[in-house]
């Protein structure tokens, strides 16, 4: 629940931010615009166009592709971004120095046993100190129980560092979806207006076309970014993963030098 407390929290505050700031542009343009025609008269419009800045074309191509297709993809936007963004920061706390940690619970194994090795695990964070603290806490049994307790443990590890990552991989497949069903939808549009027109006039329908395709250019936009996001999640997770593995073989040589 608080992992999802947080994600809900970092996509409103990303949705609070990319409003205010559209909002803030707005008015400033809507105002410098006001100013300069007071001054400029007829050859304001002119020389606004070619000062306009990237973020401005954006924002005015964003609202021009209608408010239902792009606010869906802005949405898809935002919550990806917001659990990208939360299993950044949860990998990036699960990354442990796995040679520091092995190296001091042998020491500690050497020096005070089993108990002393497990204290060690208490207090280092990450995946592997937990699969290293199972696996101690069998070692009092045999072998073989220590060793399936790292087994299971690991695969519990896992499944907490690959939580939400699929949300992702949704998003990315729905934004240029979404953008291309934006796109086919004004198509169609654009075609009825010819069909009740009565005339193949390229003036009537290329406003419409326009916006049709604008939906499927931020649409993979979206997906662009969002894939970025999730190549880099998917590689964190299979480093710490390996880690994880190798940390554990140590674990069980550890163990089996211990015992004897």
Known sequence: MKRLFSILAIACIMAFSTVNASTTAYTVEAATTAVT????????????????????????????????????????????????????????????????LTANVEDALNSGGIEAAKEVCRNTKGPVASIFYQGLDRADEDLDAAEKAVVAYGGVQMGQLEKNVSWISLFIALAPMLGFMGTVLGMI????????????????????????????VFGLIVAIILQIFYNYIISKIDSIVNDMEDASISLMDLLVRHKK
């Not at 002119?46 to 191509?61: G, H, I, L, N, P």
């Not at 990208?84 to 706390?93: G, S």
Request: hydrophobic share 45%.
């Open 37 to 100: 025609t007071s001054f400029q008269g007829d050859e304001t419009p002119a020389t606004a166009d070619e000062e306009k800045s990237f973020t401005q074309v954006v924002k005015e191509r964003f609202i021009e592709g209608g408010p239902f297709f792009m606010g869906i993809v802005l949405l898809c936007l935002i919550l990806g971004l917001a659990i990208a963004i939360e299993r950044i920061i949860y990998l990036n706390l699960a990354t442990t120095n796995s040679k520091k």
């Open 189 to 216: 549009d654009a075609f009825d207006k010819i069909e009740a027109a009565g005339d193949m006039n390229p003036s009537l329908v290329a406003g419409g076309i326009k916006v049709a395709l604008l939906t499927t």
